[in-house]
């Protein structure tokens, strides 16, 4: 989902390099040890808090079959929200996050008795690219980002870190900015920065593994590409994709690029089409060698796969034979009757989903959850919330 404009600072161009040396120099900086274990700087960030005693540590997630399944086999719905703000903030050179990620507005999401918290993230800030201010680049933005993982772990939630703006310049069909760096969303990762992104992540949090990992928000390669047959074959291999004018770097890639690093964390891959379409995503999903990744799948009220019919044709069949998780579920009509839909049908399958989006927006220019961060619902919030509750009960 694409967030409000906020005024930034003016970004500076930089210099693509040829495919081969992008993805020496990404695995070079990982190797490095750019955020290994244990080296995120503490500087001037919030400690989390204590756990909370009456809170479970989430569990550690694996795939059994189609479904999520727990160390002793018991199976598990991702039942939360997602937190939105890492991926602009930083980028727009005003913070980190937008809104307060302190212990109590942790503990207002799962008062909601959500169980998962998807926190969209910037590669470019991660990374720490001479574009973003120092402030929130590199060190600081890392040492934030994984604060607030251990915050919402602290609650019993599983933290899901997302990747959902990426460098790479893309202008065609609903090209989201002209700009070449991470300010907005582009149709593919790329291979100058997301395989490194990915390598250093999965290098943070090997030794974690209830942390999940969503490989890319919102992949639209079919906006871009002539044909279906190359949209697919770009979201999986990547490379030099139809339409788009960066190098690519496909879902293999950044799966290859997870366990290289030796995390065996469950890994969620979304579809084409703003990762609403899973129509050809059994025939062309990535190869992991650990057997521990999820579809992910996005829904709002103005997509084309929107009613029952469309998920019984393309949703049942993935469901049937992998497990899936809709990352975001959420409609603009500032009400809950589209999202009420969406979550029976996943609740009649035993399947996952994640609202957009715990931030206090007005929810009629989009789907916002809270008027405030204490946890306050708007009108479209209220059904999650209501419907969490009613679950955990």
């Given at each position: 989902?694409?967030?409000?404009?906020?005024?930034?600072?003016?970004?500076?161009?930089?210099?693509r390099?040829?495919?081969?040396?992008?993805?020496?120099?990404?695995?070079?900086?990982?190797?490095?040890?750019?955020?290994?274990?244990?080296?995120?700087?503490?500087?001037?960030?919030?400690?989390?808090?204590?756990?909370?005693?009456?809170?479970?540590?989430?569990?550690?997630?694996?795939?059994?079959?189609?479904?999520?399944?727990?160390?002793?086999?018991?199976?598990?719905?991702?039942?939360?929200?997602?937190?939105?703000?890492?991926?602009?903030?930083?980028?727009?050179?005003?913070?980190?996050?937008?809104?307060?990620?302190?212990?109590?507005?942790v503990?207002?999401?799962?008062?909601?008795?959500?169980n998962?918290v998807?926190?969209?993230?910037?590669?470019?800030?991660?990374?720490?690219?001479?574009?973003?201010?120092?402030?929130?680049?590199?060190?600081?933005?890392r040492?934030?980002?994984?604060?607030?993982?251990?915050?919402?772990?602290?609650?019993?939630?599983?933290?899901?870190?997302?990747?959902?703006?990426?460098?790479?310049?893309?202008?065609?069909?609903?090209?989201?900015?002209?700009?070449?760096?991470?300010?907005?969303?582009?149709?593919?990762?790329?291979?100058?920065?997301?395989?490194?992104f990915w390598?250093?992540?999965?290098?943070?949090?090997?030794?974690?593994?209830?942390?999940?990992?969503?490989?890319?928000?919102?992949?639209?390669?079919?906006?871009?590409?002539?044909?279906?047959?190359?949209?697919?074959?770009?979201?999986?291999?990547?490379?030099?994709?139809?339409?788009?004018?960066?190098d690519?770097?496909?879902?293999?890639?950044?799966?290859?690029?997870?366990?290289?690093?030796?995390?065996?964390?469950?890994?969620?891959?979304?579809?084409?089409?703003?990762?609403?379409?899973?129509?050809?995503?059994?025939?062309?999903?990535?190869?992991?060698?650990?057997?521990?990744?999820?579809?992910?799948?996005?829904?709002?009220?103005?997509?084309?796969?929107a009613?029952?019919?469309?998920?019984?044709?393309?949703?049942?069949?993935?469901?049937?034979?992998?497990?899936?998780?809709?990352?975001?579920?959420?409609?603009?009509?500032?009400?809950?009757?589209?999202?009420?839909?969406?979550?029976?049908?996943?609740?009649?399958?035993?399947?996952?989903?994640?609202?957009?989006?715990?931030?206090?927006?007005?929810?009629?220019?989009?789907?916002?959850?809270?008027?405030?961060?204490?946890?306050?619902?708007?009108?479209?919030?209220?059904?999650?919330?209501?419907?969490?509750?009613?679950?955990?009960?």
């Amino acid at each position: 989902m694409r967030q409000p404009p906020r005024p930034g600072p003016s970004p500076k161009p930089r210099r693509r390099p040829s495919r081969a040396l992008a993805v020496l120099a990404g695995f070079l900086l990982a190797a490095a040890g750019l955020a290994a274990p244990g080296a995120l700087s503490t500087a001037g960030a919030t400690p989390p808090p204590k756990a909370d005693a009456r809170a479970a540590s989430p569990p550690v997630l694996t795939v059994k079959g189609n479904q999520l399944v727990t160390a002793d086999g018991t199976p598990h719905r991702l039942l939360g929200v997602n937190r939105s703000g890492g991926e602009f903030a930083c980028v727009q050179g005003w913070g980190i996050f937008d809104g307060p990620v302190d212990d109590a507005a942790v503990k207002a999401i799962a008062d909601w008795k959500a169980n998962a918290v998807r926190i969209p993230l910037n590669e470019e800030c991660w990374l720490g690219t001479a574009n973003i201010e120092p402030e929130y680049a590199g060190a600081p933005y890392r040492s934030a980002v994984d604060a607030l993982v251990r915050r919402v772990k602290s609650h019993g939630m599983t933290p899901v870190l997302e990747l959902h703006w990426t460098h790479g310049q893309y202008t065609g069909n609903s090209s989201g900015c002209a700009d070449v760096h991470a300010s907005c969303q582009k149709p593919m990762p790329n291979t100058r920065y997301t395989p490194a992104f990915w390598s250093s992540v999965a290098q943070t949090y090997k030794s974690d593994p209830t942390v999940v990992f969503d490989l890319f928000n919102e992949p639209y390669p079919d906006r871009a590409t002539p044909t279906n047959d190359q949209a697919w074959a770009c979201w999986r291999d990547g490379g030099t994709c139809p339409g788009i004018g960066y190098d690519v770097a496909g879902m293999q890639d950044l799966v290859d690029a997870v366990r290289a690093a030796g995390a065996k964390n469950l890994v969620l891959v979304p579809g084409v089409a703003y990762a609403n379409d899973l129509s050809r995503w059994l025939e062309h999903a990535p190869k992991d060698p650990a057997g521990r990744l999820a579809a992910a799948w996005h829904v709002y009220n103005f997509n084309a796969c929107a009613n029952d019919d469309c998920w019984n044709r393309t949703l049942a069949p993935v469901a049937a034979k992998v497990p899936l998780v809709a990352g975001e579920i959420g409609e603009n009509t500032c009400a809950h009757a589209f999202i009420d839909r969406v979550m029976k049908w996943f609740d009649d399958r035993a399947l996952s989903y994640l609202g957009w989006t715990w931030n206090a927006w007005d929810c009629s220019s989009g789907p916002a959850l809270i008027s405030d961060y204490d946890g306050t619902p708007t009108a479209f919030g209220i059904g999650l919330r209501d419907h969490l509750r009613a679950l955990d009960g």
